[in-house]
């Protein structure tokens, strides 16, 4: 155990994996500074100029205190987690409906602390409700929304991340004046840049391409400044420079008293319900990365813990002014590939962030618009190519287009508009899809499908002449309005074909029904209306308790003329084929024991000989004739009366496997191959046996071979017909 202890330990901490871990940090950390400062641009615009520093100082401080937490507390030691782009590119929508709100005479503290605190509200209620949705085990369930509709909200995502990178290198709405020279010399070589990275990534999925690419491009871009000899304070003074910024710390404390004085808090409740997208796309998010983070280190991981996690640390997050954030898959997979997952690598990126607040604001001050742009351009363009155009290669056509609604809705109306009427439009086209589903998962009708009771020979001429009467549904699923429609006109089709044998009964099996909704329930009760109209009889089987009820509140179960209902199919058929043969008059009189013998031996002396070797014994009603589970010591023939034999399991009713009268064999199966009885078998009355144990059949082989051979020929006669009743039963459910 000590060994084996030490090894995991000099494993852990082996230094080849520390070093990876720090680099790997680093350069993860350097990632997501990059990224935090491209969301920081796009969540606080260009209006907003003066206070940026500070908002670029809050979501670096969010990937600090998020990313620790989730480093710390995830059930994957190698989850990394920042501030995301989804809810950055919805809160720009947001504080772009704030701005137009506010009055002129708005001085820019006010309008910057607004801002502040809807986004800090924001990540604090994503937080609660992260944390509400673990705490209750809810993860779950967004596994149940349509794909469509996920990929649609992803795909508006990056529309509004393209729109917003638009938004970052010119400092003015998108409009056709982005087609001037002017402008256009400041978005152009951004799209350029966001398109390169992401062709360079698809090819070249390495972790240093990104920076490299980042780092690259702004050095082109003060290449240039050099060769055309233009200044740097220039560059800065007509917009292209992420600076200059005021003097001072990059980050304060949000909530501090002066900061909260400046806040219109009646703006802030007006847009409270814009802000509602971020909690479903966080949530849905989070759930999405942590699946996709399943795969890719093959380890699963507690989606509700995940929550509780990512709770906690936006918690913590709102608290430093970070926009929500959660597990990232990206960076995530990388930590994986380069260190093995180690909790270490999540805790240097978060210090980097943490550093880049305290010592990097300097540097900060020389970024390139365009840069930055291009890589909010490159995130958006990243997520419509996944999400839209790759989804029509995927999807079926029309799921598609309720992704493409999506955005379309989404890019003209808004998000929550977009998202809603994509789970719209997903629902109506399920309600189609599952209309089409036939509800009669079989339709069977008595002459090729049976009740377990076994028949004598003439009965069972008489229910294959007149079976075609009895017609069999066996229901599945949910119905509503549309499955229920389809199922009474396919009553109603068989009701008016013209057939010799009509159909007597329509037995309705519902113990594969899950539900039904009041719309089905005029169905059926239209059902009844045709049941009395064409002289038919209803018959329910197997209603479930709800379904029940819901019945006998329409007053439909009070119809004893025209309806039965019976626990069961086996039961509910029984009593149809029974109503057929009273009226047929051959309810009783079937041939006895010895006159079915005659029937199969061709000497009435054989017959003589064999009950000869027979003992005869009386059981009276409810008296066991089989328990299960005994020794198969005897075989039984039924002289008269009738038996059921039926599997008994614990906490359970008996279920009935067969029931047989006069002239039928008990027990063969486990008195021929030597097995504990598997089933038990009661008298349902008064009934006469014949009793054969093993010691009397080795003496009737040994004495009287002829004899013998009558009992093997009696048994495989009627095993015979058992397996022809089966194979008909089979062929029937094929159908």
Known sequence: MFNAHSQYNVRRF???????????????????????????????????????????????????????TVAVLSSYSGSIAVNQDGPSAILALVVAGILSSMAASATPAQQFFTIMFMVLATTLTTSLVFIILGYFKLGGLARFLPFPVMGGFLAGTGWLLVIGAFGVMTDSPVNLDLMQPSQLVRWLPGLIFAVSLLLVLTRYNHYLVLPGMFFGAIGLFYLVLWISAIPVDQMSTQGWLLGPFPSGGLWQFPLALPNLSHVNWNLILANSGIAAPVLFVSIISVLLNASGIE???????????????????????????????????????LNHRLSGGSRLTGLVAALFCGITVFFGAAILTLVPKLVLGGILMFLGLSFIVEWLFQAWFKLPKAEFLVTLLIVAVIAVRGFLEGVVIGILVTVILFVVNYSRIDVVKHMLTGRNFHSRVTRGRRQRLVLEELGESILILQLQGYIFFGTANNLLRRVRERIQQPVSTQVRFVLLDFRQVTGIDSTALRAFMKLLQLAQEKGFLMVLTELHDVIRDRLLREGMLNEATFLQVFNDLDHGLEWCENQLLRDANVTGGDLNLREQLVELLPLSAQVDNLLNYLHLKEVGAGEYLIRQG?????????????????????????????????????????????????????????????????????????????AASAVHRLIIHLLAERVVHLMDTVNALQR
């Open 14 to 68: 082996n230094p080849e994996r520390i070093v990876n871990s720090l680099i790997t940090g680093l350069v993860i950390g350097l990632l997501s500074a990059i990224t935090a400062i491209s969301f920081a641009a796009l969540v606080f615009p260009g209006a907003l100029l003066e206070y940026r520093l500070f908002g670029i100082g809050f979501l670096l401080m969010g990937n600090l205190v998020l990313g620790a």
């Open 630 to 706: 005994d020794p198969s010591e005897q075989v039984y023939i039924i002289a008269a009366g009738q038996v059921t034999a039926q599997l008994e399991l614990p906490d359970q009713e008996p279920i009935r496997l067969e029931t047989m009268s006069a002239g039928r064999v008990v027990g063969e199966l486990g008195f021929y191959l030597g097995r504990p009885r598997t089933a038990s078998v009661v008298a349902d009355e008064i009934s006469k046996i014949y009793v054969l144990s093993r010691t009397e059949l080795q003496e009737m082989e040994t004495a009287d071979p002829e």
């Open 295 to 333: 795969l890719i280190v093959k380890q699963d991981l507690d989606l509700n813990k995940e929550l509780l996690v990512a709770g906690v640390g936006n918690f913590f997050n709102g608290l430093v002014g970070g926009v929500a954030g959660f597990h990232t898959i990206s960076f995530t997979g």
